[in-house]
């Protein structure tokens, strides 16, 4: 028989293999997957937890994805920034924790997102450049094209995710 503490606790099945993402802003984890492009049509195990109960986040509440067997690169960890900085990675090998750390925006973001002012070089065909913008603040984010000066915030690099 399950003690009570037992009856109250949260069962997430561990990952053998891949990347768990901790400590995502609450409501977020959804953005996260589809900025990164993760779907699970591939067969890949995801492990979503949307609003679970956190002792650590001032809300008391947090997201969580798993991802099995998937390891994710430096881009892909700026995509997560750009959305919930201070989130925490951690990569699996054999059910243990081979890797971890917390993302943050990088003061240069290089080929992550696309920028959305149709006259920008980046969106002409002929003139194969990779956007970067600069981020100008964190709190509340907002980021400049290096190109064509396009001003973006968080709320406009979500919808441009969830467009993705």
Do not use: W
Request: proline fraction near 3%.
């Amino acid at each position: 028989m399950a003690s009570k503490s037992d009856s109250k606790r949260l069962y997430v099945e561990k990952i053998k293999k891949g990347t768990v993402i901790d400590h995502i802003k609450e409501g977020f984890a959804i953005s996260v997957l589809k900025i990164l492009g993760l779907e699970g049509r591939n067969g890949t195990l995801i492990t979503i937890g949307i609003n679970v109960k956190s002792n650590v986040s001032s809300s008391g509440h947090k997201d969580i994805l798993k991802v099995e067997n998937i390891y994710l690169d430096e881009k892909q960890i700026h995509q997560i920034a750009l959305i919930s900085p201070g989130s925490k990675v951690s990569f699996i090998e054999d059910f243990k924790i081979k890797d971890k750390f917390v993302v943050k925006i990088p003061s240069l973001i290089k080929g992550i997102i696309d920028c959305p002012n149709e006259n920008c070089i980046t969106n002409v065909d002929r003139e194969p450049v990779l956007t970067e913008f600069k981020v100008l603040s964190e709190k509340p984010l907002k980021i400049a094209c290096n190109y064509c000066e396009r001003i973006l915030y968080k709320e406009e690099i979500l919808h441009m995710a969830e467009k993705n």
